[in-house]
């Protein structure tokens, strides 16, 4: 996927020294680039036939809703706490850093159906893990997670081990 690593911005030191953050907006805004994503998932979800795609706050709220459309399917918001209005459902997890929360609504997946979380990065896999213990919580099956960029060197996807992990653009 070479062609979207030439459409992602790389800015160091950002937003700390040492670290090398990958800018997506640069992606995002490029017409063509952004097309090819979302038909790229497209192509790699469709035959897993999921019922739902989820997207996680924020930048999931990108690309779920856009797959959602091309697939025919619902998009659900996976979001951070007291920011969906019905009874929810949440999960905690680790931070290197603290603990934060998810939340998705009680009746927003039916037992058995089968979902797809999309997100924008692939890191140390917490946040996905804790999408995943939301879907499962609520019945529903996880036929694979995606994600446009993962950074092979925090492994997340090991943390993901056991289910199918969708990626574009590795580094």
Known sequence: ??????????????????????DITTLLKDPTGFRNVIDCLTEKVRPLKPDLI?????????????????LGTGFVPVRKPKKLPAPTESVSYELEYGTDKLEIHKDAL????????ADDLL????????TIRLVEKLGAKVAATTFVVELDFLKGRDRLNGYNVISLVNY
């Open 1 to 22: 996927m070479d062609e979207f690593k030439k459409l992602i911005r790389e800015v160091p030191d950002f937003p700390k020294p040492g670290i090398l953050f990958y």
């Open 110 to 117: 039916k037992p058995g159906a089968r979902v797809v979380i």
């Open 123 to 130: 890191a140390t896999g917490g946040t996905a893990l804790a």
């Open 54 to 70: 989820l997207g996680i706050e924020a930048r999931g709220f990108i690309f779920a809703p856009a797959l959602a459309y091309h």
